[in-house]
C-alpha cells in the first residue's frame, strides 16, 4: 500500500545524475490528490482555470481536478474513451478518442468539432496522444490499442498502419510511418526536434528532426528495455519526463537529459502513463498512474 513519504527530501523522488539535483526540491514530496481511476491518462492544465484535466479511459469519462478546493468531479461522461489531451494555442481542448477513432476539439461553447477520423478514407485507428506545435498544427499518434477489444473502446478491425499525423485546416498527412505502435509525443522547447515512444517491442523513444511540415533523421533516443515508455513532456531545460512502467523500482516517471542520458527518477506504485507540468508557475507536475492522480513540486517549468 503506497503511503506519502513523511521524511524529507522524498526518498521516491531519485537523483541518478548530478544533473538532476537542480530540478529535485528538499522540500517537496509526492502527493496523491485522487484515487479512483481505472486507467488514468492524458492529463492537460487550464491555468486559466487553475484546474486539471484527465482521462479515465476504461471509465469512459474525463475528470477535473480544482486546483483551488482539491475537488475532483467528471468533466465529461461519455467521453467517447477519450485518451490524450492537450490545448491549442486558443485554449481550447484537444482530444483523442477510442470510441470515435477520432481526434476532437472542443469549442468555447461546449460543442465538439472532429479534426479527424479518416485517411485516405480509412477510418484511423484510436488516437492516443496528441500535441500542438505553436503555428497551430496538431500532431497525433494512432496506434491500434483502442480497437483490440471493448475495455477501452470498440473491438474492430485496424484499417490503416500506425502513423503519426500532423493535421492543420488544410487536411491530414503522415509525418512518419517508422514507428510500430507510437505512443507518447511531444515537441523540444525549441520545436526543432520531436520526440514519439515506441510500444511495440523492442520499446524506445525516438527523436525525429523538425523540417518543415515533418519529420526527417529519426534516430532512436533511448532504448528503454527494461522500461516501457508512454506519455512525456519537455521541461524549459528540453529534459524529457517520460512516463515509465516495467514493474517495482521502474514504475513512474523516467527523466532523460538532452542527450538521452537518464538523470533522475521519480517512483510511483503503479506504471506512470501520462503526465503534464501546471501550477501557477507551470511547475508542479501532474502524473497519471494506473488508479490514481499524482503531483510533485520541481524545479524547472514545462516547455
Partial sequence: MWQPSEIYPDPSVES?????????????????LYEGTRWGEGPVWFGDGRYLLWSDIPNDRILRWDEETGVVSIFRKPSDFGNGNTRD???????CQHGTRSVTRTEYDGTITTLASQYKGKRLNSPNDVTVKSDGSVWFTDPPFGILGDYEGHRAEP????????????????VTDAIDRPNGICFSPDERLCYIAQSAEPKRIWVFEVVGDGLTNGRVF?????????????????????????????????????DGTVIGHIHLPNRCANLVFGGRARNRLFMTAGQSLFALYVNTRGA
Fill in 16 to 32: 541518478l545524475d548530478p544533473r538532476f539535483d537542480t530540478y529535485r526540491l528538499s522540500l517537496a514530496a509526492v502527493e496523491r
Fill in 89 to 95: 494555442r486558443q485554449g481550447r481542448l484537444i482530444s
Fill in 159 to 174: 484499417e490503416l498502419p500506425t502513423n503519426v499525423y500532423r493535421w492543420t485546416e488544410a487536411g491530414l498527412s503522415v
Fill in 222 to 258: 533511448v532504448e528503454c528495455a527494461p522500461g516501457q515508455p508512454d506519455g512525456f513532456r519537455c521541461d524549459e531545460d528540453g529534459n524529457l519526463w517520460c512516463g515509465w512502467g516495467g514493474g517495482p523500482g521502474l514504475n513512474g516517471v523516467r527523466v532523460f537529459a538532452p
